[in-house]
């Protein structure tokens, strides 16, 4: 079994910053990359941001150049640097890995990102 912990969420307004951070543990093998989710409100969840294991980032369009993804996998830990927010940016943000036989079974609570016009 594997559990996900976020924290980092909160109430800011347009422009201002967050960081994400999420440490998972757990049966935890031979991981393949780790990455960061969103559910908006009314929508279903969606993948943010992935990192894999040899550093290589991967963004959806509408959060380039403003977020950042980062690991410490000896923490078993990801984080997200999230730079000039915007509302549409609202939403929980749940993280999760995927590994050779893990394949995001589990998630977390997930932590509530809440940004004000």
């Known amino acids: 079994q594997v559990q996900l912990v976020e924290s980092g969420g909160g109430l800011v307004q347009a422009g201002g910053s967050l960081n994400l951070s999420c440490t998972a543990s757990g049966d935890i093998y031979n991981i393949v990359s780790l990455g960061w989710y969103r559910q908006v409100p009314g929508s279903v969840r969606e993948i943010v941001a992935f990192i894999t294991m040899a550093g290589t980032t991967h963004y959806i369009d509408s959060v380039k150049g403003r977020f950042t993804i980062s690991k410490n996998i000896r923490h078993n830990a990801v984080y997200l640097r999230m730079n000039n927010l915007m509302p549409e940016d609202t939403g929980v943000y749940y993280c999760?890995?995927?590994?050779?036989?893990?394949?995001?079974?589990?998630w977390g609570q997930g932590t509530q990102v809440t940004v004000s016009s």
């Open positions: 999760n890995l995927d590994s050779l036989t893990y394949k995001r079974y589990f």
